[in-house]
């Protein structure tokens, strides 16, 4: 998984799987694009206005979480 950020535009993308297959973009709503394939297979996540979905949560800092070990790592966005 890589979560890429552009500046420029304020989009956020979170990459799944590189893009192996043809994928639809579809709109789940004016912040969220989904690519898939026609397998199903969700390849990426697309936010726009980026700023406002990331750094609302966890006061500007991306928290990954490995539930099996139990580990934590932050990364300040801001």
Same mark, same amino acid.
């Given at each position: 998984?890589? #979560?890429?950020?552009?500046?420029?535009?304020?989009i956020?993308?979170?990459? +799944?799987h590189?893009?192996?297959?043809?994928?639809?973009?579809?709109?789940?709503?004016?912040? #969220?694009?989904? =690519?898939?394939?026609?397998?199903?297979?969700i390849?990426?996540?697309e +936010?726009?206005?980026?700023? =406002?979905? #990331?750094?609302?949560?966890?006061q500007?800092? #991306?928290v990954?979480?490995?539930?099996?070990?139990g580990?934590?790592?932050e990364?300040i966005?801001?």
């Amino acid at each position: 998984m890589k #979560l890429t950020y552009d500046t420029r535009y304020n989009i956020a993308y979170i990459r +799944l799987h590189e893009k192996t297959a043809q994928v639809e973009t579809i709109r789940v709503s004016e912040e #969220l694009n989904v =690519d898939m394939a026609p397998d199903g297979t969700i390849y990426g996540i697309e +936010l726009l206005n980026a700023n =406002d979905q #990331l750094l609302g949560v966890d006061q500007g800092k #991306l928290v990954i979480i490995n539930e099996a070990r139990g580990d934590r790592q932050e990364i300040i966005l801001r």
